[in-house]
């Protein structure tokens, strides 16, 4: 079976900077792939140019056997137009660090927005799902608050529940809980611990190494815009082989 | 020492109260503001010179309501139209076309630069630039104030527009295209409804210096509120009076407006306060921390 995740040779330069350095991933369905790596390593550069929100000057990605963001013209890949790219965007779901929240829309209308409006989703059927949602990340009790009434913590569920609602092949998180206070990362843990358990296949940019150790099937630990070690999350974080891993996990750990 | 709970160190506090210069201020500038207005109520009221049983009879005549009308629709079509020209000047502004930008800075350059009246005058004689185009025949005193108030209108709008989409955080484009919006339902879904919190209240404040500034139009002869009350006096010589007509319903249709904008703003502004409810919780947490 093709990965769902497929990135091969990707290189992203800003200017003269290199943030991306032939990079290649496959991430399998069902995998949990977490990606560890000091700052400026290019992990959310990475996670961004997997649901193109940065274009890539070189490789390709695949998003179950299909180019995400470009199409095959002859030996170059031309960028898709945004209304074909919107649609290949519905199979990804992404969880920022800074939760962006829609603030003009309540916790409910927010996880409600996509579905009704790019799918199309009857109105009550999109209301009982993410009612079923927003349970499930603990918020039931949320759904007419504004999202500046909420905590961080409760922010970032509703986050998950709104990108949980598209039904994505794939979730993306970019260190959803960097942006939380230390007493508010459990909860949003616990939710990203449940869909791992749940089989969802997620790539998950985080500095939080017990999490990984615990809900990942493999670990990518990145530096300088280069994948320096991949491999199951037990032998990456308990017996690292590269020089740079090593120095980078004692210096967290 | 001990308080009523008998939890040491707990002692109740009292607010404070305001002492010194502003204090004294508190209580003395109502008094002062009160007494003030009374006097001026009563100055103008005692002065024979305002004549204010004309005015009460000119108040709600035919004339001046229909001058009044005039400004209304003169108000909200050129409000209209030049929001609209504005939209597409802020988008043409934003875009990264160079050309594009230069002609959208360019516009409004121009039209923010020269005065209105001059504007307004401009295009009343606009046909003298083009004399074969025969442009006299729709070019009526209403429409040439209404093309010149649009036209005008539409560079601060621009402005006005495009700092409210600015306003909008990167993320928010970023979280509605991951969810696989079209830029279309990103912009008028998400991008719009948060930029319009930025963009109403300036807005409401155009509403109110077009209103005042269609009084411009007494220089081209067309019948607004001014103009109908000029009309008036030009033939019986009743000035203060009836700028007084005109000056009283400049003030009512500006509060009512005024209270509109108010309205507005709160509406816009759900979701982007904390609800004082949530606030006071916060704040005790904060204290017990
Ligand atoms: N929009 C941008 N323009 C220019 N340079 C950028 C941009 N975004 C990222 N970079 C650079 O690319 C490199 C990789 O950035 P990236 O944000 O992917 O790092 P990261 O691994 O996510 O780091 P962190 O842990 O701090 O989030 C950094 O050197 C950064 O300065
Ligand atoms: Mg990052």
């Known amino acids: 079976m093709t990965p769902i995740v497929r990135a091969a040779h990707v290189t992203k330069r800003y200017g003269d900077h290199l943030a991306l350095d032939d990079v290649s991933l496959d991430v399998e369905r069902g995998e949990v792939v977490c990606v560890i790596g000091p700052s400026g390593a290019g992990k959310s550069t990475f996670l961004r140019c997997i649901n193109r929100l940065e274009t890539i000057d070189s490789g390709t990605i695949e998003l179950d056997g299909e180019l995400i963001g470009y199409r095959r013209m002859g030996d170059v890949l031309r960028p898709l137009p945004q209304r074909l790219l919107a649609a290949q965007r519905r199979k990804l779901g992404m969880v920022f660090q800074g939760f962006n929240l829609f603030p003009h829309l309540t916790v409910l209308e927010n996880v409600l927005e996509a579905p009704l409006r790019v799918i199309g989703t009857p109105r009550a059927v999109a209301v009982a799902a993410a009612e079923r949602l927003l349970q499930h990340v603990g918020l039931a009790d949320k759904s007419a608050s504004y999202p500046a009434d909420l905590s961080g913590g409760q922010q970032q569920r509703v986050a998950i529940a709104r990108a949980l609602a598209m039904q994505p092949e794939v979730m993306l998180f970019d260190e959803p809980t960097s942006a939380l206070d230390p007493e508010l990362v459990g909860e949003v843990l616990a939710v990203m611990r449940q869909l791992a358990e749940g089989g969802t296949t997620m790539v998950v940019v985080t500095h939080e190494i017990a999490f990984a150790r615990e809900a990942a099937d493999r670990v990518v630990f990145m530096a300088d815009g280069q994948i320096v070690e991949v491999g199951p999350a037990e032998a990456v974080l308990a017996h690292p082989t590269h020089p740079r891993t090593i120095a980078f996990l004692e210096a967290v750990l | ?289």
């Open chain 2, 1 to 289: 020492m001990t308080t009523v709970h008998g939890e040491p160190g707990r002692v109740p506090a009292v607010p404070v109260v305001s002492t010194g210069r502003l204090g004294l201020a508190r209580v003395l500038s109502p008094a002062i503001v009160i007494v003030v207005a009374a006097a001026l109520l009563v100055a103008a009221i005692s002065n024979e010179n305002f004549q204010w049983d004309v005015v009460a009879r000119y108040f709600l005549s035919g004339g001046i309501l229909t001058g009044l009308l005039t400004t209304l629709a003169l108000t909200a079509v050129s409000m209209l139209i030049g929001t609209a020209l504005g939209g597409v000047l802020a988008i043409m502004r934003l875009s990264r076309h160079p050309v594009t930008n230069a002609a959208a800075n360019a516009y409004i350059w121009f039209f923010r630069g020269v005065p209105l009246l001059v504007q307004l005058v401009f295009v009343y004689n606009i046909s003298a630039l083009y004399p074969q185009l025969d442009l006299n025949d729709w070019l009526t005193p209403n429409v040439v104030a209404v093309l010149a108030f649009s036209l005008h209108e539409a560079a601060y709008m621009a402005e006005i527009i495009r700092s409210g989409i600015l306003s909008v955080p990167k993320g928010q484009h970023e979280a509605a295209s991951a969810l696989g919006m079209s830029p279309w339902t990103i912009t008028r879904r998400i991008v719009l409804p948060q930029a319009m919190r930025v963009i109403l209240p300036p807005t409401a404040n155009q509403v109110i210096s077009m209103l005042k500034s269609t009084s411009l139009v007494s220089v081209i002869a067309v019948p607004d509120l001014l103009y109908s009350a000029q009309l008036i006096y030009s033939r019986s010589f009743q000035t203060i009076p009836l700028l007084m007509v005109a000056t009283i319903w400049y003030l009512i249709v500006v509060s009512v407006l005024s209270v509109l904008q108010n309205r507005i703003e709160r509406r816009v502004g759900r979701g982007f306060t904390r609800s004082p409810q949530r606030v006071s919780k916060t704040s005790g947490r904060g204290g017990a921390a």
